[in-house]
């Protein structure tokens, strides 16, 4: 009996090392039948490549000659040769892979399995989508095999994985095409929708009018490029605006910001909005007309439907990763990133900057057409227009775009953030004053015209407004400058570590002598 008990235990012990072993020794997904028949298809239908080829690639097969197979179809169709029995085992003949798959008899074979290709298209999704999962088995075996490897750095290993997962998705993310009639209608109702809203606008509004009459504001799927050299504003215009869609239009926006703290971000939107110097933001000596201008004014910073996110060295999988999740949970309509030449593509390589930088511009695009919403990514020029003369030449040009000519083409449109009075010019061709104005240069709008806003900038609250908005006379700095500009480590230097206080949970200082308690 002990005997017996002792082999049922090791009958039950070999069952369960069974079906461990049948769980783990799984054959990958595949339909060799299905790749036969769209092969033998392929070779009694000259049309039949037209309607595969869109869908299949050379590496959709699992078996690895009805590959070289699909691959000498391949070679024949761009070649615009006919594709049958004979040209297909000449073609393999050429390839060096006749031998490989069989010899002749297997391509006939192929050819009189099938005896019309009426199903080729179905066989051939059944394929692609068995690729698709052999890639993801692939793909999620790799990060395991390496998640268990405690010398490689998860942080890494997250990149890695964010890349290839991309990768995965961008090479498998086909539309198919569309008849007009129901792209007509929609663009009807778009119009009707338009119609419907006297003020023109049919995007996300800026808060300035003049630019929003030549933009009707940021327009879904569109890619902006705002550009300017170092201390032109360029933050301080990407925060306004901000400021004016979350706080006055109430839209939800999220910004990210590569070079600033969040708390960094608070306190210039703050001196934005209770129009306080961004230097007494910092060191707390507010007057008392100040701190009451905080107490009432930082309302309307509460409960602004804005999202910040100061993730340094962003990646545009993280971002495309995080940009989905704002949109999904809180309805997020625009997107701001502070700026484009600070994120990177880790997880691919690259022979140059220029080439990265062309992959995260590319894949901006790619991301706003996919949520369909705007997204406005800030950019560095280069050092072109510091060389040239006169009032024109120290207009930036598309071509001082730093890095990278990709940037250009992505872009629906390319705006330039420009000072003319930080080149001591202080009037422009048509006579008008340039004191303490900037222009905002449209350069390229692939739906509308091109031009030039002006706007008024005060430097000392990081504020652009519309130009009859001035609620007070601009009032000089304590160095006697009438504005300033916030530090940047584009602008030559980091700005010093602030001593913060929290904005809803710690102390504030006290405020000057009899002025009133904030909050």
Not at 151 to 163: P, V
Not at 205 to 218: F, H, I, V
Not at 243 to 253: E, F, G, S, W
């Given at each position: 009996m002990p005997e017996q008990n002792q082999n049922k235990g090791t009958r039950r012990t070999s069952r369960r090392a069974a079906q461990q072993d049948i769980a783990y020794a799984r054959l990958q997904p595949q339909d060799v039948e299905a790749e036969r028949l769209v092969l033998g298809a392929l070779m009694i239908d000259r049309d039949a490549y037209a309607i595969v080829?869109?869908?299949?690639?050379?590496?959709s097969f699992y078996e690895q000659r009805h590959s070289k197979i699909y691959q000498a179809v391949q070679d024949l169709s761009l070649k615009e040769n006919p594709v049958d029995v004979v040209t297909v085992t000449d073609q393999l003949a050429k390839n060096g892979d006749l031998e490989d798959i069989g010899g002749p008899m297997y391509i006939a074979e192929l050819s009189n399995r099938v005896s019309s290709s009426a199903n080729v298209e179905y066989h051939a999704r059944i394929i692609a989508r068995k690729s698709l999962a052999r890639q993801m088995i692939s793909f999620a075996g790799s990060i395991e095999t390496?998640?268990?490897?405690?010398?490689?750095?998860?942080?890494?290993?997250?990149?890695?994985?964010?890349?290839d997962l991309f990768t995965i998705s961008q090479a498998n993310m086909k539309k198919d095409y569309t008849q007009i009639d129901p792209v007509v209608r929609?663009?009807?109702?778009?119009?009707?929708?338009?119609?419907?809203?006297?003020?023109?606008?049919?995007?996300?509004?800026?808060?300035?009018?003049?630019?929003?009459?030549?933009?009707?504001?940021?327009?879904?799927?569109?890619?902006?490029?705002?550009?300017?050299?170092?201390?032109?504003?360029?933050?301080?215009?990407?925060?306004?605006?901000?400021?004016?869609?979350?706080?006055?239009?109430?839209?939800?926006?999220?910004?990210?910001?590569?070079?600033?703290?969040?708390?960094?971000?608070?306190?210039?939107?703050?001196?934005?909005?209770?129009?306080?110097?961004?230097?007494?933001?910092?060191?707390?000596?507010l007057q008392p007309d100040e701190w009451e201008r905080l107490d009432k004014r930082v309302n309307d910073l509460l409960g602004a439907p804005l999202y910040v996110d100061e993730t340094p060295g962003l990646s545009v999988f993280e971002l495309r990763t995080k940009a989905r999740r704002l949109v999904r949970e809180h309805g997020v309509k625009i997107i701001m990133i502070d700026y484009l030449q600070l994120m990177n593509a880790s997880g691919m390589r690259f022979n140059s900057r220029q080439e990265e930088v062309a992959k995260i511009s590319q894949s901006l695009k790619g991301l706003a057409k996919e949520l369909d919403i705007p997204i406005i990514a800030l950019?560095?020029?280069?050092?072109?227009?510091?060389?040239?003369?006169?009032?024109?030449?120290?207009?930036?040009?598309?071509?001082?775009?730093?890095?990278?000519?990709?940037?250009?083409?992505?872009?629906?449109?390319?705006?330039?953030?420009?000072?003319?009075?930080?080149?001591?010019?202080?009037?422009?061709?048509?006579?008008?004053?340039?004191?303490?104005?900037?222009?905002?240069?449209?350069?390229?709008?692939?739906?509308?015209?091109?031009?030039?806003?002006?706007?008024?900038?005060?430097?000392?609250?990081?504020?652009?407004?519309?130009?009859?908005?001035?609620?007070?006379?601009?009032?000089?700095?304590?160095?006697?400058?009438?504005?300033?500009?916030?530090?940047?480590?584009?602008n030559g230097g980091s700005p010093e570590p602030i001593d913060t206080y929290g904005t809803f949970g710690g102390e504030m200082p006290p405020p000057a002598d009899n002025g009133p308690l904030p909050f």
């Open positions: 080829g869109e869908i299949l690639r050379v590496d390496e998640a268990f490897d405690e010398t490689n750095d998860i942080d890494e290993l997250m990149q890695r994985a964010e890349s929609q663009a009807i109702e778009t119009i009707q929708k338009a119609a419907a809203n006297k003020s023109g606008m049919t995007g996300v509004p800026t808060g300035y009018r003049e630019l929003d009459k030549k933009t009707s504001g940021w327009q879904s799927s569109d890619l902006i490029i705002i550009a300017g050299r170092p201390a032109m504003g360029k933050t301080s215009f990407a925060l306004s605006m901000a400021k004016n869609i979350a706080c006055d239009y109430q839209v939800p926006i999220a910004f990210f910001s590569l070079e600033m703290s969040n708390v960094q971000l608070v306190n210039r939107l703050m001196s934005n909005v209770c129009e306080i110097a961004g230097s007494r933001i910092l060191n707390g000596q950019s560095q020029l280069n050092r072109g227009e510091e060389g040239r003369d006169g009032l024109e030449g120290k207009r930036p040009q598309l071509s001082d775009l730093r890095e990278s000519g990709a940037i250009e083409q992505d872009a629906d449109m390319v705006m330039f953030v420009h000072r003319p009075e930080y080149y001591h010019i202080f009037e422009d061709e048509k006579g008008r004053d340039l004191h303490g104005m900037a222009q905002i240069i449209i350069a390229k709008h692939r739906k509308g015209s091109t031009g030039d806003v002006l706007l008024t900038f005060r430097g000392e609250f990081t504020r652009f407004e519309n130009p009859d908005e001035h609620s007070f006379k601009r009032r000089k700095s304590d160095d006697g400058q009438e504005g300033e500009i916030m530090g940047s480590r584009v």
